[in-house]
Each structure stands twice: as C-alpha cells, then as structure tokens.
C-alpha cells in the first residue's frame, strides 16, 4: 500500500529505544501486551524511565497504590527489565530508553493487530516524502490504509507545531483514516482540539463521545478515557462507513 502511493519504506519496528528487551519470548510479549492496556501501569513506566537510574516503589505512587507498583516492579524484575540495587532500589537494564514513546507506539501497533486483526508497522520511516517521512504507526484496515500519530507526552507539553506536522504529513500520506493519541486522561478539548479548529478553518470538529473528536469522520483526535482501545475501536466503525480521505 506504502508503495503503491510512491513511499519505500526505510525503516519501521526499531528495537533499540523499546524499556523492555527486544528479543522477548511470546509469553512474556502476550503478559507485557496486557499490563500495557492498563492506563495506571503506563504512567509507571514513564515514571520508570523518568527516574531510571535509581527508584523505589514510594517513588512510582502518582497514578497506583504501593500495593499495585509492589506488583508491577515485581513484573519486570523477575522478567530482567529493570534490576535490584540493592535493598528496595532498582534501575531500568535499557540504559538508552528516555521516552515512553517507541514503547507506546509499539504498543498502539499490537492494539490494531491483536484487537482488530490489522497489520500495523510502528515507528516507521519513509522515503520520498517533503514532511519528513516519520510515522508513528500505519495500519491497514480492511484494506483502507490508517496513519496514527501517538503522543506520550499531556498536552500541555504539545504545541501547534506538532499538530501541524501531523496534518502535513496526513495530507502527503492520503490515507483513509488519521488518528491523533494523546496517551492522558485529561481533556482534549483546552488546549489540542483549538489547535485542529485554528488550523482547519471551515471544518467543524465534532464531539464523538466524551474527549473523542472527529473531523468529517477522516480525522480523529482521542486521548485515553475511558481506554485507548475501546476510542481506537469508535474512530474505525466510524471511518469504514465513510468513503476516501478528503
């Protein structure tokens, strides 16, 4: 499909920067998969590679009881994530993680494959572009060809630009559907969605459901309230009922 519009692909699936090792065996990938879909355990992970050089469970408490993170750290040290330094301290094994985000798109990737049986390809570089050619995650669906740009970060940290940049490289791509994740429980609506309203004048941005947004059913803007899978889920039934993007 990437071909077909004229875009070799150059690169996609990037191991070096995932907070867990690449080379994980099926079972542990299937556990890992599951932990991810829990909002809670992704804000620990964060905190994770925030303070990876020495942490303990007091620590990681933003968003899980002690209970909870005694859980999770028992999780990843029993599977070689993050190691003991001694009493109830630990340091991440990955020394050159510093984002959240390749493991996030890694994880968006798995949501199209395992939950809607689309093939998915995350961090993905492409050739021939004039807006830099960085896809976070491309998916088909049904044929139809999705873009989702996956951000990390709340969005107080995300700035016009970015969006921007999304749009750009959403209209080179030309693909049915563009979905635009803000991993956070926060409100979409402040701050991320006048930035789609400024920058698309004379398209009227509906509210699907909750913080869900689209715009004309091509474009989605979703964060991760009540679930990142369940809104995922929403923006495709609602793109198949539509034909080609604008």
Same mark, same amino acid.
């Given at each position: 499909?990437?071909?077909?519009?004229?875009?070799?692909?150059?690169?996609?699936?990037?191991?070096?920067?995932?907070?867990?090792?690449?080379?994980?065996?099926?079972?542990?990938?299937?556990?890992?998969?599951?932990?991810?879909?829990?909002?809670?355990?992704?804000?620990?992970?964060? $905190? #994770? =590679?925030?303070?990876?050089?020495?942490?303990? *469970?007091?620590?990681?408490? +933003?968003? %899980?009881?002690?209970?909870? @993170?005694?859980?999770?750290?028992?999780?990843?040290?029993?599977?070689?994530?993050?190691?003991?330094?001694?009493?109830?301290?630990?340091?991440?094994?990955?020394?050159?993680?510093?984002?959240?985000?390749?493991?996030?798109?890694?994880?968006?990737?798995?949501?199209?494959?395992?939950?809607?049986?689309?093939?998915?390809?995350?961090?993905?570089?492409?050739?021939?572009?004039?807006?830099?050619?960085?896809? $976070? #995650? =491309?998916?088909?669906?049904?044929?139809?060809? *999705?873009?989702?740009?996956? +951000?990390? %970060?709340?969005?107080?940290? @995300?700035?016009?630009?970015?969006?921007?940049?999304?749009?750009?490289?959403?209209?080179?791509?030309?693909?049915?559907?563009?979905?635009?994740?803000?991993?956070?429980?926060?409100?979409?609506?402040?701050?991320?969605?006048?930035?789609?309203?400024?920058?698309?004048?004379?398209?009227?941005?509906?509210?699907?459901?909750?913080?869900?947004?689209?715009?004309?059913?091509?474009?989605?803007?979703?964060?991760?309230?009540?679930?990142?899978?369940?809104?995922?889920?929403?923006?495709?039934?609602?793109?198949?009922?539509?034909?080609?993007?604008?």
């Amino acid at each position: 499909m990437l071909k077909r519009r004229g875009f070799p692909v150059l690169g996609a699936n990037p191991t070096e920067y995932l907070f867990f090792p690449p080379d994980l065996d099926k079972p542990f990938e299937d556990e890992l998969y599951e932990m991810l879909k829990k909002y809670s355990f992704r804000i620990f992970i964060r $905190d #994770v =590679i925030k303070k990876r050089h020495s942490f303990e *469970a007091g620590d990681l408490l +933003k968003y %899980s009881t002690k209970e909870w @993170v005694g859980r999770y750290i028992d999780f990843l040290h029993k599977r070689g994530v993050i190691t003991s330094e001694g009493g109830e301290s630990y340091s991440l094994k990955a020394e050159a993680v510093f984002s959240f985000g390749d493991t996030l798109e890694w994880f968006i990737a798995n949501v199209f494959e395992r939950e809607f049986s689309s093939p998915a390809l995350w961090g993905v570089r492409l050739g021939g572009t004039s807006s830099g050619g960085d896809y $976070d #995650v =491309i998916a088909s669906i049904e044929g139809r060809l *999705a873009y989702v740009e996956v +951000k990390s %970060s709340p969005p107080k940290n @995300v700035e016009e630009a970015e969006v921007l940049a999304f749009l750009k490289r959403t209209e080179e791509l030309s693909p049915s559907t563009a979905i635009f994740i803000e991993d956070t429980r926060l409100r979409m609506g402040d701050k991320i969605v006048p930035f789609f309203e400024s920058l698309l004048p004379g398209r009227e941005v509906e509210r699907v459901a909750a913080e869900t947004f689209t715009i004309e059913d091509k474009v989605f803007i979703i964060n991760s309230m009540p679930d990142i899978i369940s809104n995922i889920g929403l923006c495709i039934k609602r793109s198949l009922k539509t034909g080609p993007f604008w």
